[in-house]
């Protein structure tokens, strides 16, 4: 956790129950680079092309993570959804954020989640 930036908890509602929406930010490191391992799956394989002259191997990294967590009791569950985006800083010193232009669309499907029994 990146004690730097702030941690927020709000009630909300989600699928009709009550819920929170927890924000903050974790501190990872790039999953690509040279020294990386290179045999992943395909569905999540970034292209080297799109990275190699951008990061470094295991570069530090910032995932601003928004989750929802909430109780169904018709499964007597307890449910996350979660999205996150990352911040980065490339070999240039130029700042890389992707969460702005990805969050009003992933806010509205974590909020619509329904759980079914």
Do not use: C
């Amino acid at each position: 956790i990146d004690s730097s930036s702030e941690t927020t908890i709000e009630d909300v509602a989600i699928d009709g129950t009550r819920g929170w929406r927890i924000t903050g930010r974790l501190v990872s490191n790039a999953d690509v680079g040279d020294n990386n391992p290179a045999v992943v799956p395909a569905i999540i394989r970034i292209d080297k092309p799109l990275w190699e002259n951008l990061v470094d191997s295991y570069q530090q990294i910032y995932l601003d993570v928004i989750a929802y967590v909430w109780y169904a009791p018709e499964n007597r569950e307890l449910n996350v959804v979660y999205f996150n985006g990352v911040e980065f800083t490339d070999k240039n010193g130029v700042k890389h954020a992707t969460l702005s232009s990805i969050k009003p669309e992933l806010e509205k499907m974590a909020i619509n989640v329904t759980v079914y029994e």
